[in-house]
């Protein structure tokens, strides 16, 4: 199994986003029973509320559900619980890096670097643009996606895709 935690600042915008993108991603390709798949902040400052207004619209567009989902706060020890810690930004690597005591195994990286344009994630809460953000994160979540599948799914899981 695949364990990937996506990390923002708040987790009520870009990291429910990718985590919920993500999740339909790998249900639509028949591989849900691969891979776990959550979100958390490197911040307290949200923590227990539910995800954005704008981005449960926005997902919502997109025929994807956040009911349920409540920020939480990334913790040291999420850095043994999963294989991949994935940040929107170079801010949040910062912190996570700080959170989890050092990358020693290599397993925290930015979103958009699995993308043939590697960037940041700007931040719909400040920017307002959850367009953009949507865009950007699909983008992501479907290199990672593909990137994963090329390093770690056997064949014969792909037989769905």
Known sequence: MIKILFVCLGNICRSPMAEFIMKDLVEKRGLSDQFQIASAATSSEEHGNPVDRRARQKLSQKG???DGKHAVQMRRQDY??????IGMEQRN???MD???GGDPEGKI???LDF?????DISDPWYTGDFDTAYEDIYEGCQCLLDDLIRRHISRSALHNI
């Open 64 to 66: 994807i559900s956040a």
């Open 98 to 100: 700080r959170i989890a």
């Open 80 to 85: 043994a619980a999963y294989d991949y810690l």
């Open 93 to 95: 690597l910062s912190a």
């Open 109 to 111: 990286h930015r979103l």
């Open 115 to 119: 993308s043939s344009r590697p960037r």
